[in-house]
């Protein structure tokens, strides 16, 4: 019997269709990194002193560490010295920056309605607040009125630096400090843009905030920071789309996360990352090297991150929550797929220190190809945590027999009381469940996604609707082949 | 419809079927009986194309648009869009599908086939509804992953549901009488004998003749070693029933 159809790995490759490159003037600093680079990002964008000090402070910590090396990922050593730390388009300077999203330029207008954001006045998204970054800088934040409204700041964090240095003063890297960790500190060195938000006590933010980052130049890094706040009782949800075009060389995208939860506050982070993986060969990709961290510092607050990591060469990231204030609750919920020869190293870390803390992790790990996915979660329930519980439910897919999944969980209690559950699965879709959804007249690619998404279901679930119809469709184009 | 000559197939090198033939009509129904090892199961994944099974010898014709077809060459998919049904002895679990997601995608992809628009969500639930009295399935089973912690009895009447979504020409239904209790074959039996229409046809893979008490075969094949040794009606059945498959093996 020919069996060609029915036995080939369906999954050899998928096509970025985000991979188009703007043509577009920028203003891009010369490679390598030093004092003099950290000072002009500093001045193209008119920062304060006390920015600068922080920054060359991060930069001289930077300097004295060393790339950390235990993550269960391989890649030639990075020279920092060949990268741009800035890039920006020229009509983006901030003399000339356009006051509305309606007097962009019309390029960038174009760009992101290709990646399905649409900014023009017309045909913006309601319900939604989008701040949209290109390379180093924020073009701009949609549906600003309701947002001024509700009293809600959501801009861009160089806006932020300007306009509430309080705030900034006072949050910035109080959750993941500058000696936090290597590409923590590079980046509170040059970060350039990202978004900042803060939610004032007792507000419910009506609509839900965005911000969507695109890679553009060559040869440059992204460093955006980002960094919410939500007072006492407030609440938001808080959405994370990426995309950069395809491109031969690897790029360097280091992001930081900060998180803040107040008393009785909560908040949700959800990020759908599909950074180019870089080819079937393993060719280029972006290395997304990312820092994210939630404090739940209030009475009864709540953090939770959902991520679909979707692309990248390779991933190295792990949303955390630091359970500080008592009775207040962390969750984690993830779908990492890797195809090809992507690698990825992700999960998150709970660190309980109130009494009566919550956590829950769910991960769900699918590898293709000859890609390899690994969880990596720490546990942590301090002396001080009475009565805290977590649970732990980390599932790995195999799809074909050349890739690999590793789970590494660290449990670490130093309080009696605790209650940990944890739970790990490894399961290889069976010839078996495929040819059942065949022989109802699925094809293959059909049936693979169907059974992958099944798989995924409860971290999908957890994503706004919107995005969990994005989520579905993104896995299933992933898992779409070339068979045939 | 579907003719089978001096089929050959193995599986993990070893051969179960050696040099099968069988015709079947639209508008029957045919009983395979025989024990156990005979290659009964083998015969029936084969013909939806178990990518486990090799075929090394022989052809499977199929009336496609009126012309005989090879069977063998089209993927399982193929040729489930094509009519062919498998009922499957030990149905999948499938976590975290809704059974009214993949009946609904498996049904529309079929339409799609046929050249039809598909049928909205909406539309389909309502059809599926009525579809599902047929086997006294309750409208919950909807939203439930599909087979995931279904007892046997469910899984075999979902089986059956299935068969009445998808409509297929040629029916296969593997041992569906196996782990039923005598109200749920009842039932299952019931709901294919409904199914039965003067333009598709049934195949019965079975152990016992109970089954056949329900649904009335045109034809009874014993299958031995890998071979088609005895045809009969339904009367050779109750003749197996009563003299066992001794008196077949010289």
């Not at chain 1, 193209?44 to 090396?69: G, H, I, Q």
């Not at chain 1, 090297?289 to 009864?300: L, M």
């Not at chain 1, 944890?422 to 690619?445: C, K, N, P, V, W």
Request: with cysteine; charged share 25%.
């Amino acid at each position: 019997m020919d069996n060609n159809k029915s036995s080939q790995n369906p999954l050899e490759s998928y096509e970025y269709k985000y991979g188009f490159t703007t043509d577009i003037e920028t203003d891009t600093v010369k490679k390598g990194l030093n004092e003099d680079i950290i000072r002009l990002i500093s001045s193209k964008k008119n920062e304060p002193d006390w920015m600068l000090d922080y920054r060359l402070k991060a930069f001289r910590v930077w300097e004295k560490m060393t790339e950390p090396t235990w993550a269960h990922v391989s890649y030639p050593k990075i020279d920092f010295q060949a990268l741009s730390y800035y890039s920006a388009p020229k009509k983006m300077s901030a003399e000339s920056k356009p006051k509305s999203l309606d007097e962009l330029d019309p390029e960038l207008i174009k760009t992101f309605e290709k990646l399905g954001i649409p900014l023009s006045e017309q045909k913006r998204i309601s319900g939604i607040a989008v701040d949209v970054v290109f390379d180093s800088v924020s073009v701009g934040t949609s549906n600003k009125d309701v947002l001024d409204e509700a009293g809600v700041i959501f801009c861009s964090i160089s806006e932020a630096i300007k306009n509430h240095p309080d705030l900034v003063k006072k949050y910035l890297g109080s959750v993941v400090p500058v000696t936090d960790n290597y590409y923590a500190a590079l980046n509170a060195a040059v970060f350039s843009d990202g978004s900042f938000c803060y939610i004032p006590k007792g507000v419910r933010c009506p609509i839900d905030l965005s911000t969507y980052f695109r890679i553009n130049a060559a040869e440059t890094g992204q460093f955006e920071r980002t960094l919410l706040i939500c007072d006492e009782g407030g609440y938001v949800n808080y959405l994370e789309g990426c995309t950069a075009p395809q491109r031969d060389e690897n790029q360097l995208h280091a992001a930081v996360v900060e998180l803040v939860a107040h008393d009785n506050a909560e908040i949700k982070y959800s990020t759908v990352q599909n950074w180019y993986t870089g080819d079937k060969e393993g060719r280029g990709g972006i290395y997304n090297f990312v820092t994210k961290r939630g404090k739940a510092a209030g009475k009864n607050s709540k953090i939770s991150w959902t991520q679909v990591e979707s692309g990248s060469a390779i991933t190295w990231k792990y949303p955390s929550c630091i359970l500080q204030g008592d009775g207040s609750e962390g969750a984690f919920y993830s779908v990492a797929l890797t195809h090809d020869m992507m690698q990825a190293d992700t999960g998150t870390k709970m660190i309980h220190i109130g009494k009566n803390t919550k956590s829950t992790i769910i991960s769900k790990g699918i590898s293709t190809g000859k890609s390899s996915n690994a969880y990596r979660g720490q546990v942590k329930i301090m002396a001080s945590a009475e009565n805290a519980r977590n649970y732990s439910q980390c599932d790995s897919m195999l799809v074909g027999d050349q890739c690999s999944a590793s789970t590494y969980p660290y449990i670490e209690v130093k309080n009696k009381t605790a209650t940990i559950e944890h739970e790990a699965t490894t399961s290889r879709i069976s010839e078996d469940q495929i040819f059942y959804l065949q022989s109802r007249g699925l094809d293959m690619e059909k049936s693979i996604s169907m059974l992958v998404n099944g798989f995924c279901k409860e971290v999908f679930k957890e994503l706004p609707l919107e995005f969990a119809v994005e989520a579905v469709k993104l896995i299933e184009m992933k898992l779409e082949n070339s068979v045939g | 419809m579907l003719e089978i000559k001096n089929l050959h197939a193995r599986v993990e090198e070893k051969e179960i079927l050696k040099g099968l033939n069988l015709k079947i009509n639209a508008g029957e129904v045919h009983a395979i009986m025989g024990p156990n090892g005979s290659g009964k199961s083998t015969l029936s994944k084969v013909l939806a194309g178990h990518p486990a099974y090799e075929v090394t010898e022989g052809e499977v014709l199929y009336d496609i648009n009126f012309q005989m077809k090879n069977l063998l060459d089209l993927a399982p998919d193929e040729r489930a869009k094509e009519g062919i049904f498998l009922a499957f002895q030990y149905p999948i679990e499938v976590p975290g599908v809704s059974n009214f997601t993949f009946l609904h995608t498996a049904f529309n992809s079929i339409l799609q086939h046929q050249g039809s628009d598909s049928m909205s969500e909406g539309e389909f639930r309502e059809f599926l509804v009525q579809k599902m009295k047929l086997v006294s399935m309750k409208p919950e089973y909807l939203d439930r992953p599909v087979n995931t912690g279904f007892s046997g009895g469910e899984k075999k009447k979902n089986e059956i549901l299935q068969m009445a979504v998808l409509s297929p020409r040629l029916a296969l239904l593997d041992e569906t009488d196996s782990g039923l209790d005598i109200d749920a074959l009842r039932v299952v039996s019931d709901g294919v004998n409904k199914l039965r229409r003067k333009d598709n046809a049934i195949v019965l893979v079975t152990h016992y003749q109970r089954l056949l008490d329900y649904i009335k075969p045109d034809f009874v094949h014993v299958l031995l070693n890998g071979k088609i040794v005895e045809t009969g009606d339904a009367s050779l059945a109750l003749k197996l029933e009563d003299k066992g498959y001794d008196w077949l093996i010289n």
